[in-house]
């Protein structure tokens, strides 16, 4: 338990001081002289590719103790005739226990075309750490397994999207932190779980600006040996109310086949995400900590 204490601080203190460190190492592209807060930038999901600030997943309210690789291609079909395509991977590494992890994921590399021609470039790295907070195994009385299980995440995105002139990629940097909690319910051979999350995100717009949002999300599991399916609705509000509060539904369903998981995901843009996003994926699970443990 000290262990665990100790890393988690540890790792919290990272995130917070390279959120800390990022706004002032790097300047948006937007400079304006005197900001007008009743004006609004522009620099919103709404109007720039479907990887400048995506509707982030959320967290089911539980941590892993597995570290997980994963790659997929991404296949973006837009409303207005703005479709991308791109390689994406994810690494999710328990800190020394499963108790705490740390998540680093981007879009590698992508291939647009889009209303003023073709083009192609990489994309932002996120990075986020995840805690576990509350967990029913914790607690030893006949009442523990109603006890929900609840993560707290912090996490940020760096400035390293390319193409910032043709509305591809923000050229600025953005954190976030949310709470998820969620609980399963055991049906025989199939476990369903619920899960929600609250949180709030900000990136720079211009010097001297930057936007604030309120995070949320639902979701629905239904797991079994052998396969999951997943449905959530999720998004954010922006205080700009200028195509910053994006909302989107995702469904998800993998296989699981001896530490491999392939999946395949839809999304679609409800309001401010104008895509149909297909995402076709492996995930390969390993036991780094010598040992499995049930959720």
């Not at 207005?80 to 800190?95: G, S």
């Not at 499963?98 to 998540?103: G, I, K, P, Q, Y």
């Not at 790295?125 to 914790?138: A, F, G, K, P, R």
Request: with cysteine; net charge positive.
């Amino acid at each position: 338990m000290h262990r665990l204490k100790v890393f988690s601080l540890y790792s919290l203190f990272l995130i917070l001081f390279s959120c800390f460190l990022i706004p002032y190492s790097v300047k948006a592209e937007v400079p304006i002289s005197k900001p007008d807060l009743s004006q609004p930038t522009g620099i919103a999901p709404a109007f720039f590719g479907p990887n400048a600030l995506p509707i982030i997943d959320m967290s089911d309210g539980l941590t892993d103790n597995h570290l997980r690789l994963e790659l997929a291609a991404d296949g973006y079909i837009g409303f207005q005739n703005n479709n991308t395509v791109d390689i994406f991977a994810r690494v999710r590494v328990p800190l020394f226990t499963r108790w705490a992890n740390l998540s680093v994921w981007m879009p590698v590399y992508g291939w647009y075309k889009q209303y003023d021609g073709t083009g192609s470039g990489a994309g932002d790295v996120y990075i986020s750490t995840d805690v576990q907070v509350l967990h029913h195994s914790w607690f030893h009385s006949d009442n523990a397994r109603y006890i929900p299980q609840m993560t707290v995440r912090l996490g940020m995105k760096t400035a390293s999207g390319e193409q910032f002139e043709r509305r591809r990629h923000y050229d600025c940097p953005a954190y976030f932190f949310d709470l998820a909690m969620g609980q399963s319910i055991p049906l025989k051979a199939l476990t369903l779980r619920f899960a929600g999350s609250v949180g709030f995100l900000c990136w720079q717009t211009d010097n001297g600006r930057q936007n604030d949002a309120v995070m949320y999300g639902l979701q629905a599991q239904l797991r079994h040996e052998f396969f999951s399916l997943q449905a959530t609705w999720g998004g954010y509000v922006g205080w700009e109310r200028h195509g910053d509060a994006p909302m989107s539904i995702k469904a998800r369903a993998a296989g699981h086949v001896k530490g491999f998981e392939p999946y395949v995901q839809y999304q679609y843009g409800i309001k401010d995400y104008p895509f149909h996003q297909i995402r076709v994926g492996l995930v390969y699970n390993l036991d780094i900590l010598g040992r499995a443990t049930k959720k």
